[in-house]
């Protein structure tokens, strides 16, 4: 199927910003491949969903191959599958390791090389990570050198990747968020989670998915590192 429809391929999106971002997409009439390792298939001939191990190349394979079969083209990535593990550095375990390194960065790698594949052969495309702001402010409060040490990746990665596909039409942005207020943040955590940042209180998902969307619109901007933070990389 040929289109002048625009097509989205959404990681971890079975719940949270994931989830939402099928929804924002579709509301600008995007056709959307959802994946994650598990996610029901709406009931909407526009969204596709693939279930499927992020960390497991033949998941990105099969992603963008359906994709491309059903929609006929690949315009936008969005990689927001990812594991967020705090814990004091020593008590972090090898499966803690194992764990978000295969998500946060060889999915990453993965999803991120097949999909810019097709964009290079469609002359045009737009990618865009979910970071966190920890890499540029890291707090004695939430010891997370994994994080860290997998979106800074992330975020090298999206400079890098800005440059060398400049000039070929794919744009590469991400967005760093705060602590977004999600069901993962029982609400006896919301107080002190809200003094993490300067402007008192947590994000909402709809930040995260108002800054991807600025960046889908923003056709002057690549290798941006957008943080959403209420004020956390700048200061305390």
Known sequence: ??????????????????????????????????TSRSIAQ????????????????????LTVSQATAR???????????????????????????????AVNVTGFFHMTQIAAAEMERQSGGHIVQITTSLVDHA?????S????????????????????YARRGIRVNAVAPGVIRTPMHPSETHAQLDA?????????????????????????VTGEILHVDGGQSAGH
């Open 139 to 143: 707090n004695s409060q939430v010891p």
């Open 42 to 61: 709406p009931d909407d001939p526009d969204i596709l969903t693939v279930r499927g191990d992020i960390a497991e190349r033949r998941t990105a394979e």
């Open 71 to 101: 929609f006929g083209r690949v315009d936008t990535l969005i990689n927001a599958a990812g594991i967020f593990i705090a814990k004091p550095f020593s008590r972090y375990t090898e499966a803690d390791y194992g764990a978000i390194v």
């Open 1 to 34: 199927m040929k289109t002048t429809r625009k097509v989205a391929i959404i990681t971890g999106a079975s719940q949270g910003i994931g989830a939402a971002l099928v929804r924002a997409f579709r509301d600008l009439d995007y056709r959307v491949v959802a």
């Open 145 to 164: 050198v994994l994080a860290s040490l997998t979106k800074g990746g992330l975020n090298a990665a999206t400079k890098s990747l800005a440059i060398e």
């Open 196 to 220: 993490l940042h300067p402007v008192g209180h947590m994000g909402e998902i709809a930040d995260i998915v108002g800054a991807i969307l600025y960046l889908e619109s923003a056709s002057f």
